[in-house]
């Protein structure tokens, strides 16, 4: 039969990549054909998340920045400066987590959703209509952040005017002015075109965008141990291949907009000029901590244990 499988990207974006990467795997080692939703085809992300939690879906990608509604704790991503910055310690965080791989599924699981895997999709960057440099640069700016009550506390600690929307409404809010600013990977920065509606880019270091992919609970536990293998393999075998896409796309997408736009600012900014925006993260952990849900300790100590072996190993 088919099993359907809904992403926030578009085909040829990293969500999209591995969806693919899935669909292959899960179509050259079973019967099932796995059809494939990229953005805009079923909604937005909050629409394709109740797609899959009511069973329409098999299969849903939903980034925390989303899913922080729904999942209180899928917040911790959205502390900033909390996930590292070295590729190696990252890759080796989202493998081997125990937040991820042992605290995050239950919590998942009561909102009906078996969760497969969460991986990293690339160094948030700030585009913006005037260049920042400090948090007061940011004053007054409308900053479009994904509906994530933290994310919102985040960027009101960083000095802006944070505005929640859906992606689908990100491009026309910057080109009407409704917004100024917005922030994500340089690979979606290019291939959807912000730098058309921004003319600065900034690299604060203060993320890595996390995305996470899911199955409908009812179908996956209705599923034999077989298929369930088959689902694992594939899920193991697109997080490595994306991991591995990932080389060198920061750079290439960035280089790409500098010669789509060569009058595009690029700055990547000094540690002296972080200061003031890491020095935001003990607020933001503590709001995590009131708003996290009844697990955010537990997830928080975790993460912050995992991020540890990371860094020695
Ligand atoms: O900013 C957003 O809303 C979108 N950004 C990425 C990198 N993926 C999906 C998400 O909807």
């Known amino acids: 039969d088919t099993w359907r499988y809904a992403f926030e990207e578009a085909l040829e974006e990293v969500q999209g990549k591995f969806a693919q990467k899935f669909k292959e795997e899960v179509e050259a080692n079973s019967d099932h054909e796995v059809q494939l939703f990229p953005f805009g085809t079923l909604g937005e992300s909050a629409d394709i998340m109740e797609q899959a939690q009511s069973g329409i879906l098999q299969f849903v990608d939903q980034s925390p920045g989303f899913t922080g509604a729904l999942i209180p704790?899928?917040?911790?991503?959205?502390?900033?400066?909390?996930?590292?910055?070295?590729?190696?310690?990252?890759?080796?965080?989202?493998?081997?987590?125990?937040?991820i791989h042992e605290l995050f599924p239950p919590l998942y699981a009561e909102q009906g959703l078996e969760l497969l895997t969460m991986f990293p999709e690339g160094e948030v960057m700030m585009t913006t209509t005037e260049a920042v440099a400090s948090p007061a640069d940011l004053n007054e700016v409308k900053f479009r952040v994904m509906t994530n009550p933290l994310l919102v506390e985040s960027y009101r600690a960083f000095g802006a005017t944070p505005t929640p929307l859906p992606?689908?409404?990100?491009?026309?809010?910057?080109?009407?002015?409704?917004?100024?600013?917005?922030?994500?990977?340089?690979?979606?920065?290019?291939?959807?075109?912000?730098?058309?509606?921004?003319?600065?880019?900034?690299?604060?270091?203060?993320?890595?965008?996390?995305?996470?992919?899911?199955?409908?609970?009812?179908?996956?536990?209705?599923?034999?141990?077989?298929?369930?293998?088959?689902?694992?393999?594939?899920?193991?075998?697109?997080?490595?291949?994306?991991?591995?896409?990932?080389?060198?796309l920061t750079e290439e997408s960035l280089t790409k907009i500098q010669e789509a736009k060569p009058e595009m600012t690029i700055t990547t900014l000094t540690d002296e000029q972080r200061a003031p925006f890491m020095a935001t993260a003990e607020s933001v952990e503590q709001e995590f901590l009131k708003i996290g849900g009844d697990q955010a300790q537990a997830i928080l100590d975790q993460m912050k244990a995992d991020l540890a072996a990371a860094a020695g190993g």
């Open 73 to 99: 704790e899928a917040q911790v991503f959205f502390v900033p400066y909390l996930l590292p910055a070295d590729r190696d310690q990252l890759f080796s965080f989202f493998r081997n987590s125990k937040a």
């Open 167 to 248: 992606w689908g409404e990100v491009y026309g809010a910057l080109q009407t002015g409704i917004i100024q600013g917005q922030e994500n990977p340089a690979f979606f920065i290019e291939s959807t075109k912000m730098y058309e509606v921004t003319d600065h880019i900034t690299r604060p270091g203060h993320n890595n965008f996390t995305t996470a992919v899911m199955a409908n609970k009812d179908f996956y536990d209705g599923l034999s141990d077989e298929e369930k293998q088959v689902v694992q393999n594939a899920i193991d075998t697109a997080f490595e291949f994306i991991i591995e896409y990932q080389t060198g």
